[in-house]
């Protein structure tokens, strides 16, 4: 389970939401600092799927 973290935006009232992966994963999928990651998001019945594609450079 992954839980986001909430930090206050630099407006009043903004919040950014990040989310924090688990260090399995990120040794599993050897994510890096320098990887950059697409992120597509589905809902259906009020369930949120993220998916995390690593984009090629």
């Known amino acids: 389970m992954v839980k986001p973290c909430v930090r206050k935006g630099e407006r009043p ?3 950014t939401y990040y989310l924090k992966y688990p260090i399995d994963i990120v040794r599993t999928f ?3 600092t320098t990887d950059e990651l ?4 589905e809902m259906k019945d009020d369930n949120i799927s993220l998916c ?3 984009a090629m450079k």
């Open 52 to 54: 995390y594609r690593r």
């Open 38 to 41: 697409v992120l597509s998001i």
């Open 30 to 32: 050897n994510i890096t």
């Open 13 to 15: 009232g903004n919040e």
